[in-house]
Protein backbone atom coordinates (compact mmCIF):
# COMPACT_ATOMS: atom_id res chain seq x y z
CA UNK A 1 0.00 0.00 0.00
CA UNK A 2 1.09 3.51 -0.52
CA UNK A 3 0.19 6.27 1.76
CA UNK A 4 0.45 10.29 1.02
CA UNK A 5 0.85 12.42 4.26
CA UNK A 6 0.69 16.33 4.06
CA UNK A 7 1.34 18.75 6.67
CA UNK A 8 1.99 22.61 6.48
CA UNK A 9 -1.81 24.29 5.95
CA UNK A 10 -3.38 26.71 8.32
CA UNK A 11 -4.38 30.15 8.33
CA UNK A 12 -2.41 32.87 7.23
CA UNK A 13 -2.98 36.68 6.38
CA UNK A 14 -2.95 37.64 2.82
CA UNK A 15 0.32 38.48 1.65
CA UNK A 16 1.78 35.83 3.98
CA UNK A 17 3.51 33.03 2.94
CA UNK A 18 3.34 28.85 4.04
CA UNK A 19 4.89 25.68 2.99
CA UNK A 20 3.19 22.49 2.41
CA UNK A 21 5.23 19.26 2.93
CA UNK A 22 4.03 15.86 1.35
CA UNK A 23 5.93 12.59 2.00
CA UNK A 24 4.55 9.10 0.15
CA UNK A 25 5.56 6.06 1.88
CA UNK A 26 4.92 2.35 1.19
CA UNK A 27 5.69 -0.14 -1.65
CA UNK A 28 6.89 2.73 -4.02
CA UNK A 29 10.04 1.89 -6.93
CA UNK A 30 9.03 4.59 -9.32
CA UNK A 31 7.72 8.04 -8.79
CA UNK A 32 6.78 9.82 -11.89
CA UNK A 33 5.39 12.85 -10.68
CA UNK A 34 4.16 14.76 -7.94
CA UNK A 35 1.93 17.39 -7.43
CA UNK A 36 -0.35 19.43 -5.41
CA UNK A 37 -4.13 20.12 -6.25
CA UNK A 38 -6.55 22.14 -4.95
CA UNK A 39 -10.24 22.10 -4.52
CA UNK A 40 -12.07 25.83 -2.94
CA UNK A 41 -16.14 25.16 -1.99
CA UNK A 42 -17.89 24.88 -4.69
CA UNK A 43 -15.20 24.54 -7.46
CA UNK A 44 -14.02 21.46 -8.87
CA UNK A 45 -10.43 20.40 -7.94
CA UNK A 46 -7.52 21.79 -10.15
CA UNK A 47 -4.23 21.64 -10.12
CA UNK A 48 -1.96 23.77 -8.39
CA UNK A 49 1.63 22.71 -9.82
CA UNK A 50 3.30 19.60 -10.55
CA UNK A 51 6.98 18.28 -10.73
CA UNK A 52 8.02 15.00 -12.87
CA UNK A 53 11.01 13.01 -11.34
CA UNK A 54 13.17 14.38 -14.10
CA UNK A 55 12.62 18.24 -12.47
CA UNK A 56 10.64 19.70 -14.87
CA UNK A 57 7.83 21.66 -13.28
CA UNK A 58 4.22 22.99 -14.01
CA UNK A 59 2.45 25.59 -12.74
CA UNK A 60 -1.99 26.57 -12.89
CA UNK A 61 -1.45 30.45 -14.22
CA UNK A 62 -2.98 31.96 -11.34
CA UNK A 63 -0.42 30.92 -8.90
CA UNK A 64 3.16 31.65 -11.33
CA UNK A 65 5.40 33.50 -9.96
CA UNK A 66 4.19 33.15 -6.18
CA UNK A 67 4.26 29.32 -5.29
CA UNK A 68 6.95 27.22 -5.95
CA UNK A 69 7.25 23.29 -6.38
CA UNK A 70 10.24 21.48 -5.34
CA UNK A 71 10.55 17.55 -4.47
CA UNK A 72 13.10 15.33 -2.78
CA UNK A 73 12.89 11.99 -4.99
CA UNK A 74 15.46 10.38 -2.35
CA UNK A 75 12.97 11.48 0.47
CA UNK A 76 9.79 10.57 -1.74
CA UNK A 77 8.81 14.17 -0.72
CA UNK A 78 7.50 17.15 -2.45
CA UNK A 79 6.86 20.68 -1.27
CA UNK A 80 4.74 23.88 -2.16
CA UNK A 81 6.69 26.83 -0.87
CA UNK A 82 3.40 29.53 -1.14
CA UNK A 83 4.46 33.73 -1.12
CA UNK A 84 2.03 36.26 -1.35
CA UNK A 85 -0.98 34.60 -0.81
CA UNK A 86 -4.78 35.76 -1.82
CA UNK A 87 -7.83 35.44 -0.32
CA UNK A 88 -8.52 33.41 -3.14
CA UNK A 89 -5.82 30.90 -2.58
CA UNK A 90 -8.56 29.67 -0.04
CA UNK A 91 -9.15 25.88 -0.49
CA UNK A 92 -7.90 22.34 0.97
CA UNK A 93 -5.13 21.17 -0.65
CA UNK A 94 -4.16 17.62 -1.62
CA UNK A 95 -1.08 16.02 -2.44
CA UNK A 96 -1.04 13.43 -5.73
CA UNK A 97 1.97 11.55 -6.51
CA UNK A 98 1.63 8.90 -9.93
CA UNK A 99 3.74 6.10 -8.83
CA UNK A 100 5.06 2.60 -9.57
CA UNK A 101 4.38 0.39 -6.81
CA UNK A 102 6.58 -2.61 -9.07
CA UNK A 103 8.35 -2.48 -12.04
CA UNK A 104 5.45 -4.13 -14.10
CA UNK A 105 2.98 -2.06 -12.94
CA UNK A 106 1.44 0.94 -15.23
CA UNK A 107 1.67 4.43 -12.82
CA UNK A 108 -1.28 4.81 -10.57
CA UNK A 109 -2.36 7.75 -9.15
CA UNK A 110 -2.27 8.18 -5.29
CA UNK A 111 -4.36 11.48 -2.86
CA UNK A 112 -3.27 12.69 0.27
CA UNK A 113 -6.12 13.78 2.77
CA UNK A 114 -5.65 17.14 2.18
CA UNK A 115 -4.71 20.05 4.39
CA UNK A 116 -6.84 23.11 5.18
CA UNK A 117 -5.16 26.60 3.69
CA UNK A 118 -7.27 29.95 4.60
CA UNK A 119 -6.28 33.13 3.85
CA UNK A 120 -7.75 35.94 5.66
CA UNK A 121 -7.47 39.11 7.93
Known amino acids: QVQLVESGGGLVQPGGSLRLSCVASGRIVSIVTMGWYRQAPGKQRELVAA???????NYVDSVKGRFAISGDNGKNMVYLQMNSLKPEDTAVYYC???????????????WGQGTQVTVSS
Open 51 to 57: VTSGGDT
Open 96 to 110: NAKLRSTWYDVPNNY
